[in-house]
């Protein structure tokens, strides 16, 4: 409530806010988290509480009138659909050269990510966070978030004989015959409900087109794991559709934060301002970089460094699609969680980890889809526009060609051998490339460049960042356990030192 005063603060609920508020709540602080978005938990209409990908709705996008798909064209026409506005499920956020889909509710991405949980390679793990000492990290803070984040592993004789994975042992026959090594991928997806989907003996969810926006069953979101043991402390209260606005001492110490309340339309209901002794940072790459670039522009955290802000990148994030000759049909009903990567990280000359990704169409569509993650070396900055208000990404589109250059070492290849081509009608009108969006945003306020070594903004004491703006740009793999894994670590040591 507007007035308040309260030991901690928590801004955002995906991963990094999780972590910290469950184990704050386990040491004995009372925490308060704001969520911009809604809690997903009152089913709408149709009984359901989240829309699929073939029949959108508004639950399905943050306050757009038209949906923004990723694949926004088929046979080369604009796919996208009417929806009601709303503070919909999945945002995406538009920069002068990249799109940026990002989660908005009450668990933040983990509500509309493809849960794939992958645990990077320990020899690259020096690449990812230069700063930080591998040995922990894989002996006891990997674990503990795998542990927390109900992570669990396909059972392979099954994948063998399940329709709705013909797509992904198309993918794998194909990197086999060309040469490439592939793995099979953890997933936070349980496995066991998908077999009971997979025999029509539960409802379908990843099995009924379900994934970026929300997952019905079967999806061990945040919600069900971080987020309900951090509730179940009794500790921790939950306050969503609140968007903070800022941040900055308070008189008489800790600081002033100011957010809005805001109905499902968007609009600000209410504006309050709250005092807490300690603030987290957990707003995800985009939203704490936008907060801190803008505390220090405006003069509110003046002191913040230079450097908040800088070290953005995409993980290297590319799509693109080929078409299978007529023998290797991927099938009509295509299970939402990827479970196999191409792994071609090895190669010196253009690293790529590919994902193989489902296209649920509902229809046979002959088509293999990609979402790679690759070594690409830019990195944007985000800038206050004073003109506007907002703030700017300067990350432009052809700073993706790197990772296209990665990603075809793998799919020419493959395409030579299969005697196949690249689709170019799903992109865009004769566009090969999905190179202009991003998943997997990471950067903005590096480890030990703009915090010190465990996430605290030094200037202001009782300030931390503790989400994926940590990262500086690229994991070599999907993201969020790296993210969870860092926020283990950090919070640790930021309880066991500044918590008395
Ligand atoms: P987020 O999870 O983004 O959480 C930040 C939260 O803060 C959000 O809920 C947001 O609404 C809230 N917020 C933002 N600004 C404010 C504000 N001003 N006030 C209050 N609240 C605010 N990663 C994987 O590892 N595997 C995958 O399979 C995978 N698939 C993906 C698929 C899609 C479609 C997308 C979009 C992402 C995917 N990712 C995947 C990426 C992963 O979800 C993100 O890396 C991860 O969620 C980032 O965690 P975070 O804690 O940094 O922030």
Redesign the pocket.
Same mark, same amino acid.
């Given at each position: 409530n507007d007035g308040d005063t309260m030991p901690v603060l928590v801004? /955002?609920?995906?991963?990094?806010?999780?972590v910290a508020a469950l184990r704050l709540a386990q040491a004995g602080q009372n925490v308060i988290m704001?969520?911009? /978005?809604m809690s997903w938990t009152q089913p709408g209409s149709d009984g359901k509480v989240f829309c699929n990908m073939l029949n959108p709705d508004g639950r399905s996008y943050w306050l757009r009138t038209e949906t923004d798909q %990723?694949i926004n064209h088929f046979m080369g026409a604009p796919y996208n659909k009417s929806i009601s506005s709303y503070t919909g499920v999945?945002?995406s956020e538009q920069f002068s050269g990249i799109r940026i889909?990002?989660?908005?509710?009450?668990?933040?991405?983990?509500?509309?990510?493809?849960?794939?949980?992958?645990t990077p390679k320990q020899e690259n793990f020096a690449s990812i966070l230069p700063s930080v000492d591998a040995g922990p990290m894989y002996s006891t803070y990997y674990p503990r978030a795998n542990a927390g984040l109900k992570v669990n592993n396909i059972d392979q004789t099954w994948f063998q004989g399940a329709d709705c994975y013909q797509f992904a042992r198309v993918g794998i026959k194909q990197a086999q015959r060309s040469g490439f090594a592939y793995t099979f991928v953890p997933?936070v997806y349980d496995f066991n409900y998908m077999k009971q989907e997979q025999a029509s003996t539960a409802p379908r969810s990843a099995l009924d087109a379900e994934?970026?926006y929300g997952n019905n069953y079967g999806k061990n979101s945040?919600d069900k794991t971080y987020l309900a043991a951090a509730s179940g402390t009794g500790k921790v209260t939950i306050v969503p559709q609140?968007?903070?606005?800022t941040v900055a001492p308070a008189n008489g110490g800790g600081y002033s934060v100011s957010?809005n309340q805001i109905d499902t339309s968007g609009n600000t209901v209410k504006a309050k301002t709250v005092t807490a002794q300690k603030v987290f940072f957990?707003?995800?790459?985009?939203?704490?970089s936008?907060?801190l670039v803008t505390q220090k522009a405006t003069g509110k955290l003046p002191n913040l460094p230079d450097s908040v802000g800088t070290g953005w990148g995409n993980?290297g994030n590319v799509m693109v699609a080929r078409q299978n000759q007529a023998w290797d049909a991927t099938g009509s009903l295509q299970s939402c969680i %990827?479970c196999v990567g191409i792994d071609n990280w090895a190669d010196s000359g253009g690293p790529a980890f590919a994902?193989v990704s489902p296209f649920p169409a509902g229809i046979e569509t002959f088509a293999s889809l990609y979402l790679a993650i690759t070594k690409n070396p830019n990195r944007g900055t985000f800038t206050y526009n004073s003109g506007t208000g907002g703030v700017d990404l300067n990350w432009q589109t052809a700073w993706n060609q790197p990772s296209i250059d990665c990603a075809k070492r793998i799919f020419d290849k493959i395409n030579s051998k299969e005697g196949t081509i690249y689709r170019t009608d799903l992109f865009g009108e004769y566009k090969t490339w999905g190179d202009d969006f991003a998943?997997?945003?990471?950067g903005g306020c590096v480890l030990n460049v703009s915090t010190d070594n465990y996430g605290r903004l030094t200037p202001y004491p009782g300030l931390y960042v503790?989400?994926?703006?940590l990262i500086p740009g690229l994991?070599t793999?999907?993201?969020?356990?790296?993210?969870?894994a860092l926020?283990e670590r950090n919070i640790e040591k930021i309880i066991a030192e500044d918590f008395h």
């Open positions: 801004i /955002g609920t995906g991963y990094g806010g999780a704001v969520e911009k /978005g %990723p999945l945002d889909y990002q989660g908005r509710g009450v668990g933040g991405g983990s509500l509309v990510n493809g849960g794939m949980a992958v997933n994934v970026i945040l609140h968007v903070v606005t957010m957990a707003a995800g790459s985009v939203g704490t936008k907060l993980n %990827p994902e998943y997997h945003p990471l503790i989400d994926g703006s994991t793999v999907n993201p969020f356990v790296t993210i969870t926020a």
